[in-house]
C-alpha cells in the first residue's frame, strides 16, 4: 500500500510538471534575458513528502523539461540550459549547459527534505514549528536553484553572458547578484507560502492514512 501511495503521489506531481511546462506563462515566466518559474514548486513538496530520491529524480525531470524548453523556445540564454543551442560566439554547443540545467533542478529535489527534518529535529517536533519548518525549507529550496544556476552561469559562460546582457567587468557579477536578490528573492518567497501551505495538508492526509491502516 505505502508503494501504491508513494507511485501515486509521485505521478501527480510529475503530471502538475508536465502541466507547468505546457501553460505558457505558468512554469517559466519570462522576466528579461531569463526566465523566472514555478516549476520547482512541486519539487520541493515532493522532497519533503516523499524524501530525497523520488525529489531529485522529479528534480531531474524539471532539468529535462527545462533543456527540452530551451531547445524548442528560443531565448537570449537558451545556450545556458541547452547543449543543443550554439553559445554566443560560436557555431556549437556545450555540454556545460547540461550541468546548469540538471545539477540544480536535482538539489531542489534534496536540499528542502534535508532542511526540513533538520529543523523539526531542532525543534523536537512541535506541532507549532512545522509551519516554520515548511517555510524555511521551501525559502532554501528555492534559492538553492536559482543561486547555483545564476553562478553556474558566471562561472562556466561569463564571456557569452557579457556579451547577452551587454555588461563587462565587475558589472556581470552585479547583474548575476541582481538576478538573484530580485526575481530570486520573489521565487524563494512564493515556493516558501505554497510548501508551507500544500506540504502541511499532505502530511497531515499521509499521517492520517498511515494511523488508519494502524
Do not use: C
Not at 501515486?8 to 506563462?25: D, E, K, N, R, W
Not at 513528502?49 to 523520488?54: A, C, E, K, Q, T
Not at 545556458?80 to 557555431?91: H, K, L, Q, R
Amino acid at each position: 500500500m505505502k508503494n501504491t501511495k508513494t507511485f501515486t503521489l509521485t505521478a501527480m506531481f510529475l503530471a502538475i510538471l508536465i502541466l507547468l511546462s505546457a501553460v505558457p506563462f505558468l512554469g517559466f515566466i519570462p522576466i528579461g534575458p531569463i526566465n523566472a518559474t514555478t516549476m520547482h514548486i512541486p519539487v520541493i513538496i515532493a522532497s519533503i513528502i516523499l524524501g530525497p530520491r523520488i525529489g531529485a529524480f522529479l528534480g531531474g525531470v524539471f532539468g529535462v523539461i527545462s533543456m527540452i524548453r530551451s531547445t524548442v523556445v528560443l531565448s537570449p540564454l537558451s545556450f545556458v540550459f541547452s547543449p543543443f543551442i550554439p553559445v554566443i560566439g560560436t557555431n556549437q554547443g556545450s555540454w556545460k549547459a547540461i550541468v546548469i540545467a540538471l545539477v540544480p533542478r536535482i538539489l531542489i529535489g534534496v536540499v528542502p527534505y534535508f532542511v526540513y527534518i533538520g529543523l523539526r529535529k531542532i525543534t523536537r517536533n512541535r506541532p507549532t514549528s512545522q509551519t516554520v519548518s515548511l517555510f524555511i525549507a521551501g525559502f532554501l529550496g528555492s534559492a538553492t536553484n536559482t543561486i547555483l544556476v545564476m553562478n553556474l552561469i558566471y562561472f562556466l559562460f561569463k564571456d557569452a553572458y557579457a556579451q547577452t546582457i551587454g555588461a563587462s567587468g565587475a558589472a556581470i557579477y552585479t547583474a548575476i547578484l541582481t538576478v538573484i536578490f530580485t526575481s530570486g528573492i520573489v521565487e524563494a518567497i512564493v515556493a516558501a507560502i505554497a510548501t508551507a501551505a500544500v506540504a502541511s495538508v499532505l502530511l497531515r492526509l499521509v499521517k492520517t492514512n498511515a494511523t488508519q491502516k494502524l
